[in-house]
């Protein structure tokens, strides 16, 4: 009647932008992403028969705006354990705890569908596999099917129609221990969601096709960098998958533009650090803060200079993380 579960958050080195089905949600481009420990996500899920809804508190707080995407979730996990959703004592209460730097705006989604779909199978009885759970989670948000993993993690990309399609691990988090220094530029949370930029790049980017194209050949170069532990090829790949992305949002009409004046300066001070000999490949999601890939070694010097970058409010550390736990 009640489930755990703990996800960590994960970065795209190859990203995922644009979907092949908006119903199914599946990707249409492959990513490749490093599950982070220091980005974490504690979510409880409690069938109570009395209630007449799904209760949602996030970070303590009741979230009717997340509880319509938590219950969507929820009766895809619900149909699996044989829930019926005409079942009026169906319902329950879920509680999510997003362990992240205080209001950073850094994206949750994919650590907290990655709990709520462990968490609610448990809850519910479905006695489901890591991919099935995957699948399930990429539902919610399709960067969350790779949060169910630990370390190196691929997704591939959708064929329309196959709702059947999961991350997988292809190296555990011991394989490489690189770090991702994590530099906030703002708490403002982000103009534009993920999911309405991407259709709206799809829509009206001429760089669109361009990005289509490109992106195989970035997950592919990704993960032949990580099998072979190199640092740079795996740096300058991330970075231009990070570009050709923004590029490709950025050229949609009106713009998706997520980055900032600050986040060019955090850009400098990256390649600032790799003029004068550090390893340091930088990359930006759907929001302004810039997270930058360096070896173990470096990490410190890397979160001294982003401390010192102005704009920058906070700096984490992360390393590769584990995937979902559930109790
Ligand atoms: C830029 O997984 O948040 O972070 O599937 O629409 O919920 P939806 O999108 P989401 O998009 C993440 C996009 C990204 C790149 C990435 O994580 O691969």
């Not at 979907?19 to 949600?25: G, H, I, M, R, T």
């Not at 691990?169 to 999911?195: C, F, Y």
């Amino acid at each position: 009647m009640k489930g755990y579960a703990k996800a960590c958050a994960n970065i795209a080195l190859a990203k995922y932008w644009g979907k092949s089905d908006e119903v199914l949600n599946l990707p249409a481009v492959p990513s490749v992403s490093v599950t982070l420990d220091a980005l974490v996500t504690e979510t409880t899920v409690e069938r109570d028969a009395s209630l007449s809804g799904d209760e949602v508190v996030i970070d303590g707080a009741r979230d009717e705006k997340a509880a319509r995407k938590v219950t969507a979730l929820l009766d895809l996990v619900r149909a699996q354990a044989g829930v019926s959703l005409d079942d009026p004592r169906r319902f329950a209460r879920v509680s999510s705890e997003n362990h992240f730097p205080a209001a950073s705006g850094l994206a949750s989604s994919a650590s907290g569908f990655a709990a709520l779909t462990a968490a609610g199978a448990r809850a519910y009885g479905a006695e489901l596999s890591l991919e099935a759970l995957s699948a399930l989670a990429r539902r919610g948000s399709a960067s969350a099917a790779r949060s169910l993993f630990g370390g190196f993690v691929e997704l591939p990309a959708g064929v329309p129609g196959d709702g059947s399609l999961a991350a997988r691990m292809l190296h555990p988090p011991s394989w490489w221990d690189v770090r991702v220094v994590i530099a906030l530029v703002t708490k403002a949370p982000k103009a534009v969601a993920s999911r309405d930029g991407m259709r709206e790049t799809a829509r009206t980017s001429p760089y669109w096709s361009a990005w289509l194209a490109c992106s195989p050949g970035y997950a592919h170069a990704v993960k032949e960098a990580i099998a072979k532990r190199d640092l740079e090829a795996l740096g300058s790949t991330m970075e231009a998958s990070t570009f050709a992305m923004h590029a490709s949002a950025w050229a949609a009409v009106p713009a998706v533009r997520y980055v900032r004046g600050v986040t060019l300066d955090v850009l400098d001070r990256v390649e600032a650090l790799r003029r004068a000999g550090t390893g340091a490949w930088a990359t930006m999601d759907a929001g302004p803060h810039v997270k930058v890939l360096c070896a173990a070694g470096d990490a410190e010097r890397v979160a001294a200079a982003m401390r010192d970058a102005p704009g920058v409010i906070d700096v984490r550390v992360a390393s590769p993380g584990d995937g979902v736990v559930v109790a």
